[in-house]
Every structure is written in C-alpha cells, then in structure tokens.
C-alpha cells in the first residue's frame, strides 16, 4: 500500500505521464487552428515526445512553445509542400474513380500507394526536424531515406494512424468516443508511438554528446547536411 502512495511508484508515474499527455494534446489543438501552423504543431509535439523518451520532457508546455517558436519557418514550409502533395494525390483519386478500365485500376493502386508514402514520410518528417538542425531540402531528403529504410517502423506506424482513423469513423458510437478521445490525448499518444518507434533510429544516427560530437552512421542510411560542421542536437532548452 506504501508503494502505491509514493511519488515515484507506478501510480503516480502513469498518471503524471497521462497529465502530460493530456496538456500536449491541448497544447498540439490549439497551436493548429489556424491549419498553416499544424507543421510547427506536429514537430513541437514530436520534440515533447521524443524529450519524453529521453526521461528530460520538463514543462512540457515550455518545450512545446520553444520548439515550436524555434522551428516554426521551417516545419511550416515542409507542411505546405505535404498539403500540395496531398491535393494533387486527392484529385488523382477522385479522377481515377470517373474512369474505368484496367488502367483505372493501375493508376488507383498507384494512388494508393502514393498516400501511403505520404503518411510514412509525415511520421518521420517532423520528428526529424525536432531533432536534427539542417535545411529544409536535406530535411526532406533524410525523412524520405529513414522513411523506406526502417520500412518495418514507418508501415507499422502508418497501419496505427489509419486503423485509428477508421475505428474513429467507423460508426456514430465510435465516432463521438472516437472525438473524445482525440481532443483528449489522441494526437500527444499517437505522437508519443511514433516517437517510441523513431527513437533507436534517431540513436543510431547520432550517438549522445558525450561519446561524440559526429553524427553516428546507420548501414544504409546516410545524413545530408550543407553544413562542413558536423551536425549536433538541438540544445536542451529547460
């Protein structure tokens, strides 16, 4: 019974990380409604989560604002690219559905196939960006090559957004729980899987400061940068 009470047992543990996650949600709705600003929403999450992990999220408030303030321009340029690719992969599938044929069906699996690589590339992009300083092109760039890479992580995450999608709109029960669920923690816990899966990935291509100041080196991965400095995390702003 004593164990249940202290501050430091599992408890209190789990409920302290459900109290972050709780406000991390609100934090990830309210920066996104002006719908431009999601890009710096998502990689301010991410940089929460993956902090998290670390054991070092702090005033998870703080880091939020301060990753998103500091990235801003970049995560914002990245989300509007992914949005033109989103409309240019929507208005592909609306108009292959008016056509038929057995070309109909090439072109829908292709489709289909670029809106999967579309979500694997969102489950990379923005962690990355919270992690790594580079430019927006090497970015890009690393979160497409770490995106087919670690193939197994990315599809499993993808598989996680889309079944948690369609549970939501399943029926009208699953979707008002489904919406209450999402304006509770739905976002800061999906986050949160993702930065769980991206984690070793990010440790493999840079080893702690302390061993290092280089960047490690994955076998089939290699880290783009403009810079003739070697890249470092970004400083820890608690």
């Known amino acids: 019974m004593r164990q249940f009470f202290n501050m430091e047992g599992p408890v209190f543990t789990f409920l302290s990380k459900m109290a972050d996650l709780l406000i991390l949600n609100v934090l990830f709705i309210l920066c996104s409604i002006p719908i431009v600003t999601i890009g710096a929403s998502l990689t301010a999450m991410s940089c929460v989560s993956i902090k998290m992990k ?44 008016t056509s038929a044929g057995t070309l109909q069906h090439v072109v829908q699996i292709t489709v289909y196939v670029g809106i999967l690589l579309w979500i694997m590339f969102l489950t990379v992009v923005f962690p990355l960006l919270s992690r790594f300083d580079n430019t ?63 984690y070793p990935v990010f440790k493999k291509i840079m080893p702690p400061e302390e061993e290092t100041g280089d960047e490690g080196s994955d076998d089939n991965f290699t880290f783009f940068r403009d810079d003739p400095e070697p890249e470092s995390e970004k400083p820890d702003e608690r």
């Open 54 to 97: 670390d054991g070092l999220e702090g005033y998870v408030w703080k880091t939020f604002l301060t990753s998103f303030r500091e990235n801003f321009k970049q995560a914002t340029v990245i989300w509007v690219i992914m949005v033109l690719a989103a409309v240019v992969l929507a208005t592909d599938l609306l108009l292959v559905r």
């Open 136 to 198: 927006i092109r090497n970015t890009m760039r690393n979160a497409v090559l770490l995106a087919v890479g670690n193939a197994p992580r990315t599809l499993l995450m993808s598989a996680i957004i889309i079944g948690s999608v369609i549970a939501t709109l399943w029926n009208a029960m699953t979707l008002s729980t489904g919406l209450l669920l999402w304006l509770l923690f739905g976002f800061a816990v999906l986050s949160w899987i993702d930065a769980s899966l991206l």
